[in-house]
């Protein structure tokens, strides 16, 4: 069995003391491939995200990263390792500059000159924020907003992309483009994590998919196989 | 005559603001009403009058006072908020939390040092003024304008022309996604409790010298007219507290001037009342129109 560049075994996480919402959610990501996490609105995926990038503790379980044990780091010390989340709902720096905002992208970096090769890379990958560099960035549209946050995330030029439900609330032509990014991304060897509830989508892009249900992984196995089964048919692709 | 009110509302006024700021810096990135930020006031006054009796000068008793101020407030943040911040308890905790401890920091300070009103040696006070236009302005008063200024124009440099400024206005704005760019926001926690128990610290000392009287709850009274500058410049903003810090120091002083200076300290209050009334939000702000 080849070495996974994440791997996460019997992972437990809650908000308060009496629920837990992810209950021993073990997976696996390799290296330079896309694996999704699908499910329905509640079923755990967000917290999963959160757990992973140490914005809550687990309760019980390991995470591991490049056969780190990464269990329980704060947020930060994550984020340096080169874990790279794009959360839910874009949360970009709304009243700060688009500039600014893919300059926090690089917040670790300290390099002016790579700074301005990633920066040079970001806006090439998204034209739109070149036009606008100098806005505040809570006036773009959500489409806008989903691309601001994957570019920043590009700017710290991640080993592992953690996305965040990326086509939430977009209008058609954003979700196809945002996608259309993601297989970009994946084309460049990038290794993603990705939360979606366009399973269908989801299920297209990945290599490996893991469906979530109350907190509990109920399957998993090739995209490709997930996508043919029945129950996640019936369930998620509207069969 | 009105030229010479001016001036010494612009002297109240630069350290009303240089207060505000501090304290809006502390509201503004870490999000919480620290009630003890007045104390640092009192016992940035109280260091320095101790290291000018000995001797010190007041260039380097002002530094001095600031900095352990700063060391003060970054212990008090961390034992007292940095668990309730970790815990994402509601604002009024931080409130009742502070306001306890604001009590007992004060009647410890009280116990220890009387009430009794101290004054600098009288080598501190420069007494020896310039004329500017036919206004007679003292050193002392150059020297309190100027700190301010060169405190104002740093702390507005460090937050809108620098990387770490950027960081905590990030931090301010969102601090699980800025922790998830990889910003230490304990680090930074006690970087803004430094900063900001320092610009109390020092205006403490600025307070001290313009009044030439010290005594352990002059930083309380300031707290209340800082809460008047705050609101009426609108809570969490920067140039809201240094224009309304200006805008309470001109009033004031051209009340103390032109009516009776026993009714000077109405004036604070009443524009915070006037500000509630009419535009709650103050002049610059947003928390109504985020709350709403």
Redesign the interface.
């Given at each position: 069995m080849s070495e996974a560049l994440l791997s996460v075994n019997g992972l437990t996480l809650g908000y308060d003391h009496a629920t837990e919402a992810v209950k021993g959610v073990s997976l696996e990501v390799r290296e330079g491939s896309v694996v999704s996490l699908i499910g329905a609105n509640g079923a755990g995926k967000t917290t999963i995200l959160r757990g992973l990038s140490g914005l809550i503790r687990p309760r019980a379980g390991s995470v591991w990263f490049r056969g780190q044990d990464i269990t329980g780091l704060p947020a930060h010390r994550i984020a340096a390792l080169g874990v790279v989340q794009v959360p839910e709902g874009r949360q970009v720096f709304a009243n700060m500059t688009i500039a600014e905002n893919l300059r926090m992208g690089a917040w670790l970096l300290n390099d002016a000159a790579e700074e301005a090769r990633r920066r040079e890379a970001v806006l090439a990958r998204f034209p739109r924020l070149a036009e606008r560099l100098g806005q505040q960035a809570g006036l773009l549209s959500g489409g806008e907003q989903q691309m601001l946050a994957m570019g920043r995330a590009m700017m710290a030029d991640p080993r592992m992309l953690l996305l965040d439900e990326p086509s939430m609330g977009l209008a058609p032509l954003f979700v196809e483009e945002i996608f259309r990014i993601i297989e970009d991304l994946k084309k460049e060897g990038r290794t993603i994590l990705l939360v979606e509830q366009n399973a269908q989508a989801a299920l297209d892009i990945a290599d490996h998919a893991y469906v979530l249900q109350s907190g509990r992984i109920e399957l998993s196995g090739p995209a490709a196989e997930i996508a043919r089964n029945e129950k996640v048919v019936a369930a998620y692709l509207g069969g | 005559m009105l030229a010479q009110q001016l001036v010494n509302g612009l002297v109240v006024g630069s350290i009303y603001a240089l207060f505000a700021l501090g304290f809006t810096l502390m509201f503004g990135v870490l999000g919480v009403i620290n009630l003890t930020y007045g104390f640092y006031l009192s016992i940035g006054a109280f260091l320095a009058l101790f290291a000018t009796q000995h001797g010190v000068s007041i260039w380097l008793a002002l530094p001095f006072a600031a900095l352990a101020c700063g060391a003060i407030a970054v212990v008090v943040d961390g034992l007292l908020l940095t668990p309730l911040r970790r815990a994402k308890a509601p604002e009024l905790a931080s409130l009742m939390v502070t306001l306890g401890a604001t009590l007992l920091l004060y009647s410890l300070a009280n116990a220890a040092l009387s009430t009794d009103i101290r004054r600098f040696p009288p080598s501190v006070i420069d007494g020896s003024a310039i004329d500017l236009l036919g206004v007679r302005v003292t050193l002392t008063q150059c020297l309190i304008v100027g700190s301010a200024g060169a405190l104002v124009a740093a702390l507005l440099w460090l937050m809108n022309g620098s990387?770490l400024g950027?960081?905590l206005?990030?931090l301010a704005?969102?601090p699980?996604?800025?922790?998830?760019?990889?910003?230490?926001?304990?680090a930074l926690v006690r970087l803004v409790s430094m900063i900001s128990g320092g610009l109390a610290g020092a205006c403490g000392v600025l307070i001290g010298l313009n009044y030439n009287a010290i005594q352990p709850y002059m930083g309380e009274v300031m707290m209340l007219k800082g809460f008047a500058v705050i609101i009426l410049g609108g809570l969490g903003d920067i140039r809201g507290a240094l224009v309304a810090g200006l805008i309470i120091g001109l009033l004031e002083t051209l009340t103390a001037g032109y009516v009776a200076s026993s009714v000077k300290d109405a004036v604070g209050f009443a524009l915070l009342v006037l500000t509630l009334w009419i535009r709650p939000s103050g002049l610059f702000g947003r928390i109504a129109v985020k709350r709403a």
């Amino acid at each position: 069995m080849s070495e996974a560049l994440l791997s996460v075994n019997g992972l437990t996480l809650g908000y308060d003391h009496a629920t837990e919402a992810v209950k021993g959610v073990s997976l696996e990501v390799r290296e330079g491939s896309v694996v999704s996490l699908i499910g329905a609105n509640g079923a755990g995926k967000t917290t999963i995200l959160r757990g992973l990038s140490g914005l809550i503790r687990p309760r019980a379980g390991s995470v591991w990263f490049r056969g780190q044990d990464i269990t329980g780091l704060p947020a930060h010390r994550i984020a340096a390792l080169g874990v790279v989340q794009v959360p839910e709902g874009r949360q970009v720096f709304a009243n700060m500059t688009i500039a600014e905002n893919l300059r926090m992208g690089a917040w670790l970096l300290n390099d002016a000159a790579e700074e301005a090769r990633r920066r040079e890379a970001v806006l090439a990958r998204f034209p739109r924020l070149a036009e606008r560099l100098g806005q505040q960035a809570g006036l773009l549209s959500g489409g806008e907003q989903q691309m601001l946050a994957m570019g920043r995330a590009m700017m710290a030029d991640p080993r592992m992309l953690l996305l965040d439900e990326p086509s939430m609330g977009l209008a058609p032509l954003f979700v196809e483009e945002i996608f259309r990014i993601i297989e970009d991304l994946k084309k460049e060897g990038r290794t993603i994590l990705l939360v979606e509830q366009n399973a269908q989508a989801a299920l297209d892009i990945a290599d490996h998919a893991y469906v979530l249900q109350s907190g509990r992984i109920e399957l998993s196995g090739p995209a490709a196989e997930i996508a043919r089964n029945e129950k996640v048919v019936a369930a998620y692709l509207g069969g | 005559m009105l030229a010479q009110q001016l001036v010494n509302g612009l002297v109240v006024g630069s350290i009303y603001a240089l207060f505000a700021l501090g304290f809006t810096l502390m509201f503004g990135v870490l999000g919480v009403i620290n009630l003890t930020y007045g104390f640092y006031l009192s016992i940035g006054a109280f260091l320095a009058l101790f290291a000018t009796q000995h001797g010190v000068s007041i260039w380097l008793a002002l530094p001095f006072a600031a900095l352990a101020c700063g060391a003060i407030a970054v212990v008090v943040d961390g034992l007292l908020l940095t668990p309730l911040r970790r815990a994402k308890a509601p604002e009024l905790a931080s409130l009742m939390v502070t306001l306890g401890a604001t009590l007992l920091l004060y009647s410890l300070a009280n116990a220890a040092l009387s009430t009794d009103i101290r004054r600098f040696p009288p080598s501190v006070i420069d007494g020896s003024a310039i004329d500017l236009l036919g206004v007679r302005v003292t050193l002392t008063q150059c020297l309190i304008v100027g700190s301010a200024g060169a405190l104002v124009a740093a702390l507005l440099w460090l937050m809108n022309g620098s990387r770490l400024g950027m960081g905590l206005r990030a931090l301010a704005e969102r601090p699980d996604t800025a922790a998830l760019m990889g910003v230490n926001a304990g680090a930074l926690v006690r970087l803004v409790s430094m900063i900001s128990g320092g610009l109390a610290g020092a205006c403490g000392v600025l307070i001290g010298l313009n009044y030439n009287a010290i005594q352990p709850y002059m930083g309380e009274v300031m707290m209340l007219k800082g809460f008047a500058v705050i609101i009426l410049g609108g809570l969490g903003d920067i140039r809201g507290a240094l224009v309304a810090g200006l805008i309470i120091g001109l009033l004031e002083t051209l009340t103390a001037g032109y009516v009776a200076s026993s009714v000077k300290d109405a004036v604070g209050f009443a524009l915070l009342v006037l500000t509630l009334w009419i535009r709650p939000s103050g002049l610059f702000g947003r928390i109504a129109v985020k709350r709403a």
